[in-house]
T-cell receptor
Framework: EPEVTQTPSHQVTQMGQEVILRCVPI?????FYWYRQILGQKVEFLVS????????KSEIFDDQFSVERPDGSNFTLKIRSTKLEDSAMYFC???????????FGPGTRLTVT | GIQVEQSPPDLILQEGANSTLRCNFS?????LQWFHQNPWGQLINLFY???GTKQNGRLSATTVATERYSLLYISSSQTTDSGVYFC????????????FGAGTRLAVHP
């Protein structure tokens, strides 16, 4: 069964550094998402992306965050200048259309020191 | 925005016991999914169930959309069922943005 993949599985970075989290959505999916989960808390929506532009973003998704689909397979989340509070698990998801099941990747655990 | 409430927040079971987890939501939904978060933090999709009933092995789920709730049944629980169970919903017109509940933390003891 096709699956969403994410790299790296764990990233440690210093405060103020830029990080790029990578995702490969399922190949025939058109809608892409990023979510994050701070340790011990619920999963929160960050951003949705369709047709090379952001469809919706949450209050969390400020100017420090950006997303990109640089080629036909990858979908990336960039954090320009990381803060301690960005430490979390980041999940990528994709779906075929806006009313179908979302498929989640295994997550990237980001630790900011 | 739409509210998603899960109960109970914590559940402790002996291996072999059955359980029912509940998800209430405050508005009509297009999409409802149940996930199991394993000890490594991965979200494992259990069910895509905006309405009706589905079964997969020892797990089954029912969503009554008109009454705004969903139930996840776990039968003959095993220690590997331990973890956090999340319900997530998407409201109509919401660009399929999933709103997650706070989860039910399940511990199954041998």
């Amino acid at each position: 069964e096709p699956e969403v993949t994410q790299t790296p599985s764990h990233q440690v970075t210093q405060m103020g550094q830029e990080v790029i989290l990578r995702c490969v959505p399922i190949s025939n999916h058109l809608y892409f998402y990023w979510y994050r989960q701070i340790l011990g808390q619920k999963v929160e929506f960050l951003v949705s992306f369709y047709n090379n532009e952001i469809s919706e973003k949450s209050e969390i998704f400020d100017d420090q965050f950006s997303v990109e689909r640089p080629d036909g397979s990858n979908f990336t989340l960039k954090i320009r200048s990381t803060k301690l509070e960005d430490s979390a698990m980041y999940f990528c998801a994709s779906d075929r259309d806006r009313v179908s099941q979302q498929y989640f990747g295994p997550g990237t655990r980001l630790t900011v020191t | 925005g739409i509210q998603v409430e899960q109960s109970p927040p914590d559940l402790i079971l002996q291996e072999g016991a059955n359980s029912t987890l509940r998800c209430n939501f405050s508005d009509s939904v297009n999409n409802l999914q149940w996930f199991h978060q394993n000890p490594w933090g991965q979200l494992i999709n259990l069910f895509y169930i905006p309405s009706g009933t589905k079964q997969n092995g020892r797990l089954s789920a029912t969503t009554v959309a008109t009454e705004r709730y969903s139930l996840l049944y776990i039968s003959s629980s095993q220690t590997t069922d331990s973890g956090v169970y999340f319900c997530a919903v998407e409201r109509p017109g919401g660009y399929n943005k999933l709103i997650f509940g706070a989860g039910t933390r399940l511990a199954v003891h041998p």
